[in-house]
Nanobody
Framework: VQLVESGGGLVQPGGSLRLSCAAS????????MSWYRQAPGKERELVAT????????PGTDSVKGRFSISRDNAKNTVYLQMNSLKPDDTATYYC????????WGQGTQVTVSS
């Protein structure tokens, strides 16, 4: 199982980023996919989940209305569209694949700063 996140970087407050997570080594369409994030000194928190059937469920209230998760089973990829970014969104973002157990990617850094 391999999960490779990409798309992170430095963005100004109010800007947007789209994170991608490319999956391989398993049947992507059979797994629920999630994005988590962890900022320095803070606990990890769930950002959003999308089921294998495409139903999305938000995580932390702080991103509701600004972030959205989607998946493309043909490309074995899950996305996190992040809009109206705030400095508090600064964190390492991880994607996971879950069925009987949960697999984690290595993370991608997102920094929101002027």
């Amino acid at each position: 199982v391999q999960l490779v996140e990409s798309g992170g970087g430095l963005v100004q407050p109010g800007g947007s980023l789209r994170l991608s997570c490319a999956a391989s080594g398993f049947t992507f369409s059979m797994y629920d996919m999630s994005w988590y994030r962890q900022a320095p000194g803070k606990e990890r928190e769930l950002v959003a989940t999308i089921s294998r059937t495409g139903v999305s469920t938000p995580g932390t209230d702080s991103v509701k209305g600004r972030f959205s998760i989607s998946r493309d089973n043909a490309k074995n990829t899950v996305y996190l569209q992040m809009n109206s970014l705030k400095p508090d969104d600064t964190a390492t973002y991880y994607c996971t694949a879950r069925r009987l157990r949960e697999y984690w990617g290595q993370g991608t850094q997102v920094t929101v700063s002027s």
